[in-house]
């Protein structure tokens, strides 16, 4: 099954405790993006890549880093976790040009994150 | 730095009835594509309908059709034969060819689908 996982699915946790929410995806999408979503404010980006070793910053990365050492991986580290960051976040890949379904997201399922 | 507006939060309608939902931008670029996505309470994000800026028909996917006007820089989202599945929250997203990957998402309309 086409898809694309995150995990953890919930997280509680305190703050300046390191932590990771890994992403994968299984359907060889070059495009890979971090979304993090709070009431009233819709989806905003965190970090996004184009492929391997390629990645850059969306509107709200401060805080956040990422890598993309593999073409289906795209994990989200937060080295120094702060309550502002208490979110939900949502991993997305998608195909590129000149495909057809270009840029069309598949998100994964959410990843709840409280910070304390 | 690109804008999504949804100007309406909340939406009702009653099922089987049409609804629009309104979207506009704010972009210098000329190739680009817009997006509608759903959010049923699962939280679970789904496209809808995809658009891409250079072609001047408007999408359409079974009861879900948009109405795109470039120079106006809006695009609307119609809704015919609602369902009660359809209740879900919708944002509207932009994406420019320019700078392709940087993604900008409206804040959403939360549409309820009355039996």
């Known amino acids: 099954e086409a898809q694309v996982t995150q995990n953890p699915r919930y997280l509680i946790t305190v703050t300046g405790k390191k932590l990771t929410v890994t992403c994968s995806q299984n359907?060889?999408?070059?495009?890979m993006s971090w979304y993090r979503q709070d009431p009233g404010l819709g989806l905003r980006q965190i970090y996004y890549s184009m492929n391997v070793e390629v990645t850059d910053k969306g509107d709200v990365p401060e805080g956040y880093k990422v890598s993309r050492k593999e073409k289906r991986n795209f994990p989200l580290i937060l080295e120094s976790p702060s309550p502002n960051q208490t979110s939900l976040y949502f991993c997305?890949?998608?195909?590129?040009?000149?495909?057809?379904?270009?840029?069309?997201?598949?998100f994964g399922p959410g990843t709840r994150l409280t910070v304390t | 730095a690109q804008t999504v507006t949804q100007s309406q939060p909340e939406m009702s309608v009653q099922e089987a009835e049409t609804v629009t939902l309104s979207c506009t931008y704010d972009t210098s670029e000329s190739n680009y594509y817009l997006f509608w996505y759903k959010q049923p309470p699962s939280r679970q994000m789904i496209l809808v309908i995809r658009?891409?800026?250079?072609?001047?028909q408007n999408a359409t996917e079974n009861r879900f059709s948009v109405n795109f006007q470039k120079a106006a820089k809006s695009f609307s989202l119609k809704i015919s034969d609602s369902q009660l599945g359809d209740t879900a929250m919708y944002f509207c997203?932009?994406?420019?060819?320019?700078?392709?990957?940087?993604?900008?998402f409206g804040d959403g309309t939360t549409l309820t689908v009355k039996p």
């Open positions: 997305a890949s998608s195909p590129t040009d000149p495909s057809p379904s270009s840029y069309e997201q598949y």
């Open positions: 658009q891409e800026a250079y072609k001047q």
């Open positions: 997203a932009f994406m420019t060819l320019f700078n392709a990957g940087k993604s900008t």
């Open positions: 359907m060889n999408h070059e495009y």
